[in-house]
């Protein structure tokens, strides 16, 4: 177990955001490792929820390497503990694939965050990450997303992608991209951005009969919807969202 | 059906309706014409209950109920529907989730029974075909992607699928092309023309008129209704300007 000196700080760049101080007495070396060998899928779904022994620090450290042509993808929904984060750390082989998708949802005071440094090593690797984030009271959502594309790694195809909704005043969420590229030849987007829920459609679906919870849980599901979409196991998808959709409700 | 007396509502301190006054009876299509800046869009928008128009003064009554105490979606499921003259777009949300919730909605308010998937799929098919939408727009987000004439097209196939008591329809031809005019019109008839029925039918144009025949027509101006008559007076307005016209009145 680390001594409280070293403990990251707020002053170190992939914990800005984050709740340090419940860090105390987390194993931060505790590092989960994932070797994906080359042509094969890798999926995982990492769900933190109300009830289940969820603790009230949730620190998941991944560090993935994905083999020539293999694929990982990762989807998790953080929605529970007073600070809970997954943070990734991935290595792409040539031609390989790293997808995640990930919520979160929260309010009090809890903070909730992906921070993920993706290393495109090789050529023709793609990466997708798309981060869908709501939340209350003052709650915080953060995504860090490092992209690295090595001098070898021509020909690669990355793509972030963060949205906040903020149902209240006084909630937050931070998203901080990083890009470093030192191939010539890639293609690189992120995009973020942050609003709140458009009265303008709030009033629509009044206007046709649904309740303001109603509308509100739709256009909140509709909002999260992205970050599932690359998810084809319907059951797993719907399972997920369901996690999202309880814990907004639970609040409203 | 509706009764509105004395109406007065302002949007940030501004009055747009001064003291409106009109009644539609239950078998009747009343239009409404004006000038741009009368206070149309927001006769229907008060009508609607949405947030940001406050109504100051006055009342409205519907089927014996203060339409003005109710929300919005309670409004909804008390009959009255509210045709957008710029329909919302919602991304994520399929037309036939969203209906499907709508109608459900509404009929769990009325204390009606719920319709299922199979029922509802073959309710919306129907209605689609009645306005000639493609019912693969149904699947769809809620207008995502439609052109103006899809728009107003979609928005009478919802209304096909809610059934409403009492219909404000909001400039539903604007954007319309000839033929589309003519299917919305019929759309509206078919609908709506029926003795428990009635519809405010917000219009610019006599065109659509032609095929939905009012019972009577108005003219607001100003925040009022400065003068009614039969489906004659649309035609003059259409002839005469509304500057000629409300001055003889």
Known sequence: ?252 | MLKIDNLHAEIDGKTILNGLSLTVPAGEVHAIMGPNGAGKSTLAYVLGGRPGYKVTQGSVEFNGVDLLDLEPHERAAAGLFLGFQYPVEIPGVSNLQFLREALNSQRKARGEELLNGGEFLKLAKEKAALLKLDPDMLKRHVNVGFSGGEKKRAEMVQMGILDPRFAVLDETDSGLDIDALRVVGEGINAIMRAPNKAVLLITHYQRLLDVVKPDKVSILSQGRIVQTGGPDLALRLENEGYDAVMAHA
């Not at chain 1, 080359?38 to 009230?56: Q, S």
């Not at chain 1, 990083?178 to 951005?193: N, P, T, W």
């Not at chain 1, 459609?201 to 909002?223: E, H, I, N, W």
Request: proline share 2%.
């Open chain 1, 1 to 252: 177990m680390p001594e409280a000196a070293e403990l990251p700080t707020r002053r170190e760049e992939a914990w800005r955001y984050s709740a340090v101080d419940r860090l105390q007495g987390t194993a931060l070396d505790d590092w989960r490792v994932i070797d994906i060998a080359a042509g094969e899928t890798f999926r995982e779904t990492l769900v933190i929820a109300d009830g289940g022994g969820t603790k009230p620090t949730e620190l998941h450290r991944w560090r993935v390497t994905v083999g020539e042509s293999a694929t990982c993808e990762l989807f998790a929904v953080l929605a529970s503990a007073e600070y809970a984060r997954l943070e990734v750390e991935v290595t792409l082989r040539k031609g390989a694939h790293f997808e995640l998708g990930g919520i979160t949802v929260g309010g009090r005071d809890t903070v909730r965050e992906f921070v993920t440094r993706t290393v495109h090593a090789e050529p023709e690797a793609t990466s997708n990450q798309t981060v869908r984030s709501v939340h209350w009271g003052h709650g915080t959502g953060n995504f860090l997303g490092n992209i690295d594309v090595l001098r070898d790694a021509q020909m690669t195809d990355a793509a972030q992608d963060f949205k906040g909704l903020l149902l209240e005043k006084g909630a937050s969420v931070n998203a901080v991209p990083q890009l470093e590229i030192f191939a010539d030849d890639v293609k690189c987007a992120h995009g973020a951005s942050v609003g709140q829920l458009d009265e303008t459609a709030r009033f629509y679906m009044a206007a046709r009969g649904l309740s303001p919870d109603l509308a509100r849980r739709l256009l909140v599901q509709a909002f999260l919807g992205d970050a599932l979409v690359a998810l084809d196991d319907e059951e797993k998808r719907e399972a997920l969202m369901k996690v999202a959709l309880d814990k907004v409700d639970k609040y409203l």
